[in-house]
């Protein structure tokens, strides 16, 4: 479980194809403080720790599942990538409800300055039936864009419009996002649920 308040940011240092899997190496400033089979969220996707050769990387393994639902098949070598470790219980909840397991992406239609903050507006594909599940943002409803717990503005049925503030854009790789740009989306788990209940009470 994660909170969608992104640590730091990692960078790819090497990408290694085995079969249809991608084994992903990172450098980041805690991966001396990682274990084997840790959690860990990567652009929003959440990756186990499967190698950590004490150099400051460390290896995690997406599988083709999540390789077609997210952007980390689009990686490479220097990309920045956002990392947040799992949520500790005793912690206070600072963003919203985040699984780390990404819904789809969207691309980047517009980047524009708002006098030192930044509107980022995204499209997505909308498939009828999932968005019915609640796969969809509402008004100031919350969405999660590469692992980046976020507040919706300008919502509409494919699209919706995110504000950045400076600290935010510095400190993820937001400040390499432009037009273009492919990114990770996981909504509102809370939004899914009342949407499949409410299936269920009209069955």
């Known amino acids: 479980m994660f909170s969608g308040i992104v640590e730091t940011t990692a960078t790819v240092v090497a990408l290694k194809k085995e079969n249809t899997n991608l084994h992903i190496t990172l450098r980041c400033d805690f991966a001396d403080q990682l274990k084997i089979d840790q959690s860990v969220a990567h652009n929003g996707v ?16 997406a599988i083709q599942e999540t390789l077609d639902r997210s952007n980390l098949g689009l990686l490479k070598v220097g990309d920045l990538v956002n990392l947040e470790r799992s949520m500790m219980v005793n912690g206070r909840l600072d963003g919203h409800i985040v699984q780390g397991h990404v819904d789809t992406t969207a691309v980047c239609t517009e980047v524009r300055d708002a006098d030192g903050s930044r509107y980022f507006a995204f499209r997505y594909d909308v498939d009828p039936e999932m968005a019915k599940k609640g796969y969809v943002t509402v008004e100031k409803g919350s969405v999660t864009v590469n692992g980046v717990s976020l507040t919706v503005c300008g919502s509409q049925r494919d699209a919706f419009e995110v504000a950045i503030i400076p600290y935010t854009n510095e400190h993820t790789n937001f400040c390499r996002i432009k037009e273009g740009s492919v990114v990770n989306l996981e909504f509102d788990i809370i939004g899914k649920y009342l949407s499949r209940l409410m299936e269920f009470a009209h069955e």
């Open 46 to 61: 959440c990756l186990t720790v499967v190698d950590l050769p004490g150099d400051g990387t460390y290896t995690v393994t």
